[in-house]
């Protein structure tokens, strides 16, 4: 399996707080993609990161790629209770095959 | 409203029953993906298209077809269902490819074989 994995498995903060998580993944890519799921429903797209990007900002969120060490982290700052999510990073190599992570479960306590 | 409908979304059946779950979008992607999920292994690609009549696995196919024989539709077949496909399952697309654009998901279709 190509699959990457994501630690921590489990991220625990009081609202407020910052929260990041991180991901590592195996092959080459042409992008890195964090996507967050609400309990068992749909993911949703957050942030894309091209392979020749370092980092890229959208609101609260920052994220971060060193395709040296193949892995990518994901910042949210001032955490919401609203947050309380699943996130997963998802690496695209070639022929357009989707590896996602095993996600981090957040939850950000009020 | 763009969006991705998956029916069902809940399915209970027994080994060996064949079903299909279907997948619609209404954004004209070319994009279009099956993935499932079990507990501690995040999701998994199974298949997916990129354009009518193109498929290629994803990296768990076995037990599983698929057909886009429309841009909107892509059905995932389960020609003899087995215990170990029960899991959450979701279909996703995206505009052109998955490796510069956002996958849009559907709501999910959780299936039990017994």
């Known amino acids: 399996s190509q699959q990457g994995e994501e630690d921590p498995q489990a991220l625990s903060i009081q609202e407020g707080e910052n929260a990041t998580m991180n991901c590592s993944y195996k092959?080459?890519?042409?992008?890195l993609q964090w996507y967050r799921q609400n309990s068992g429903r749909g993911l949703v797209h957050l942030i894309l990161i091209r392979s020749n990007e370092r980092e890229k900002h959208s609101g609260r969120l920052r994220v971060t790629l060193d395709t040296s060490k193949k892995s990518s982290s994901l910042l949210i700052t001032a955490s919401r209770a609203a947050d309380t999510a699943s996130y997963f990073c998802?690496?695209?190599?070639?022929?357009?095959?989707?590896?996602f992570g095993t996600g981090t479960k957040l939850q950000v306590i009020p | 409203e763009a969006q991705v409908t998956q029916n069902p979304r809940y399915l209970i059946t027994v080994t060996g029953k064949k079903l299909t779950v279907t997948c619609s979008q209404n954004m004209n992607h070319e994009y279009m993906s099956w993935y499932r999920q079990d507990p501690g292994l995040g999701l998994r690609q199974i298949y997916y298209s990129m354009n009518v009549e193109v498929t290629d696995k994803g990296d768990v196919p076995e037990g599983y077809k698929v057909s886009r024989k429309e841009k909107r539709n892509f059905p995932l077949i389960l020609e003899s269902p087995s215990p170990n496909q029960t899991s959450l399952y979701f279909c996703a697309s995206a505009y052109g490819g998955a490796s510069n654009q956002p996958q849009h998901f559907g709501d999910g279709t959780r299936l039990s074989i017994l």
């Open positions: 092959t080459s890519i042409n992008n």
């Open positions: 998802a690496t695209t190599g070639g022929y357009q095959k989707v590896t």
